[in-house]
């Protein structure tokens, strides 16, 4: 078995699936912990953390990082939401997550 784990994620494409079953720790900091994450927005056909989106540069770049936001999803299979997700992709966003898979396999080869 491969032991590298980025070989096996792909692009996260909003689905809201992992902040509607579990809060982070930043979400349980704010709300307490719990599954549907009230700081989920839906914003350009797609989900966000609105905590990353409210939080200045300096600070969103911090989150990210601690959130491993851009380090691709583990939760692709049996996930009728990224499916949906897929399904109502504009051409733009199937060529932006093209981009972005390439880009995770080049950096799971390194
Ligand atoms: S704080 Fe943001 S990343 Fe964390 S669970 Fe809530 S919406 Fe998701």
């Known amino acids: 078995m491969d032991d590298d784990w980025r070989a096996h994620v792909v692009p996260c494409v909003g689905s809201g699936l992992c902040c509607l079953?579990?809060?982070?720790?930043?979400?349980?900091?704010?709300h307490g912990l719990g599954d549907k994450c009230p700081s989920l927005v839906w914003k350009d056909e797609r989900y966000w953390c609105?905590?990353?989106?409210?939080?200045k540069e300096q600070e969103a770049?911090?989150?990210?990082?601690?959130?491993?936001?851009?380090?691709?999803?583990?939760?692709s299979l049996f996930n009728e939401m990224r499916e949906?997700?897929?399904?109502s992709m504009s051409k733009n966003q199937l060529n932006?997550?093209?981009?972005?898979?390439?880009s995770l396999r080049r950096s799971s080869d390194k």
């Open 21 to 30: 079953k579990a809060r982070c720790w930043v979400g349980a900091q704010i």
């Open 50 to 55: 609105g905590e990353i989106l409210r939080a």
């Open 61 to 75: 770049e911090q989150l990210k990082k601690q959130l491993y936001v851009g380090d691709g999803c583990c939760m």
């Open 84 to 87: 949906e997700r897929f399904r």
């Open 96 to 102: 932006e997550y093209k981009v972005a898979l390439v």
